[in-house]
């Protein structure tokens, strides 16, 4: 090389920021090794990130739902709060070893969570939220009282399933127990089992896993011809009232929960309808633009592309892959997600990926992107994900902090800001950049299986 290029070489180097110079190594296919010094200084910003927002959320909402950053108030999904983010972010507390703040919500939970209410609740929500914060929090502290909220919660949602063919009604009143919401979809008809099964395993009681199983066995047994499911179904006739196929949002985590629950139960059926499923996913929903692969959309009976979009929520995928065991299509899939990322500097909920065109411009400070690059550098021990990590860290830092929490954006275009933070930030987006740096012991990830809410639970086999 001559004199010139390198000293120009030198200079390059020198004014790129540590996310540039990954783009520049990443042309020639390695990413910079990531020393242990700089694993705990990733680490550290994490805690204290996710500390500033746990702050700004008791300040502000504490004994509530979440916190609004922006007008510094409260928000509750119903009439009364169900601590949805001291019940989300209790095994986050736990895991960043932050024991005095972990105690202190351990007990508040106990002391003042009831779900003797009269309000009507979204089953699914309710349940990844706050059954899996429940489970994952007794398994991490011993404490009963969890495990007998849980056991309440879990009796007061089953009223759900009492429908004709034994997929979910959408909503049900705690106390009264009247369902509603004939209309669903897979995500929320099959993304019950992980916790459905986890109570029923430590209670005894086999109807909440037997019920929540059905829910995911019906789902998959009106898939079409292809092997297909589809948006919309009615859980009285059985019919899909929208046919369009994808793994976005309201099918994402139905595909996820088919491989989850034979990894943390051992169930061979759920082996066998995740195989099958994802076979034909990755026949029909595949596309490849530019060499790239994307999951797009198409109609589940003719196999006919509906539409080219993808986004945040997609980018879940990578990690199921990687957890099946197809690093080949995980990797390629990251590849575009980041790429989706790296366009506006942070993530829309929807994309174009062929035109790469926003189609849906907010960011709900969503996690998946980060989950998958966690599953990567755990399969992988490739530096490029911990590199990948921190570009999405700097950029979440950059554009969503405020000064008291965490701001969802209006626009990833703009970078407007919106008077949301909800408790997933705390379940899923800190705990996944945490354990993406924080040393492999921290959680033993071959013990656990992450619901999709990201409460790691124990295999029971
Ligand atoms: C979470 O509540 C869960 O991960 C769910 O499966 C999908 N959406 C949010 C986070 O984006």
């Known amino acids: 090389m001559s004199k010139t290029k390198a000293a120009s070489l030198l200079l390059i180097l020198c004014v790129l920021t540590p996310a540039q110079t990954l783009f520049a190594q990443s042309r020639r296919g390695a990413a910079a090794a990531v020393g242990a010094a700089e ?17 700004g959320y008791k300040k502000y909402a504490w004994g509530h739902d979440d916190l609004r950053p922006l007008s ?33 919500t351990r007990k508040y939970i106990v002391e003042n969570l009831s779900f003797d209410k009269d309000i009507s609740v979204q089953n699914f929500e309710v349940t990844i939220r706050l059954l899996g914060g429940l489970l994952s929090g007794y398994q991490l502290t011993g404490d009963r009282r969890l495990l007998a909220l849980a056991e309440d919660l879990g009796n ?70 292809l092997g297909l499911v589809g948006t919309r179904i009615n859980v009285e006739s059985g019919v899909w009232t929208n046919t369009d196929s994808h793994v976005s949002a309201e099918i994402d985590s139905y595909y996820e929960y088919l491989l989850k629950c034979w990894l943390l139960f051992g169930d061979r059926d759920c082996r066998r309808m995740w195989r099958e499923s994802v076979a034909a996913v990755n026949q029909h929903l595949a596309d490849e633009p530019r060499g790239e ?21 997609d980018a ?29 500097g942070i993530e829309p909920e929807t994309l174009d990926y062929r035109t790469m065109r ?42 969503c902090r405020t000064d008291e929490g965490y701001a969802a ?43 999709t809410e990201a409460h790691p639970l124990r295999k029971t086999r």
């Open 39 to 55: 694993r705990r200084m990733l680490t550290a910003r994490v805690k204290s990130e996710f500390l500033h927002a746990w702050r």
């Open 72 to 104: 510094k108030t409260h928000h509750d999904w119903y009439a009364q709060p169900l601590l949805m983010t001291p019940v989300d972010a209790l095994d986050t507390l736990i895991l960043m070893g932050l024991k005095d703040e972990a105690e202190a």
């Open 156 to 225: 007061r949602l089953l009223p759900v399933f009492d429908s004709p063919t034994g997929i979910p009604y959408r909503f049900v009143n705690l106390r009264t127990g009247k369902v509603r919401g004939a209309e669903t979809n897979p995500a929320e008809a099959g993304t019950l089992l992980v916790e459905f099964g986890t109570l029923g395993r430590l209670t005894g009681k086999t109807v909440f896993y037997d019920k929540a199983k059905r829910a995911l066995v019906e789902t998959y047994k009106r898939r079409s011809k």
């Open 293 to 313: 692969l994307w999951y797009g959309h198409a109609d589940m009976h003719t196999g006919r592309r509906t539409a080219t979009t993808s986004g945040a929520l």
């Open 316 to 344: 879940f995928f990578p990690a199921v892959l990687a957890l099946s065991g197809d690093l080949r299509r995980a990797k390629r899939l990251q590849a575009s997600s980041f790429k989706m990322w790296t366009l506006n």
């Open 358 to 399: 926003v189609v849906e411009p907010g960011y709900p400070l969503r996690p998946e992107i980060i989950e998958s690059a966690y599953y990567l550098y755990h399969y992988t021990k490739d530096p490029r994900y911990l590199r990948e990590g921190e570009r999405l860290f700097e950029d979440f830092v950059k554009h």
């Open 409 to 451: 954006l209006k626009s990833v275009l703009t970078k407007e800001k919106a008077d949301s933070m909800q408790s997933f930030l705390f379940a899923e987006t800190f705990k996944y950049f945490y354990l993406l740096f924080a040393p492999p012991q921290t959680l033993r990830f071959e013990g656990v299986v992450f619901n």
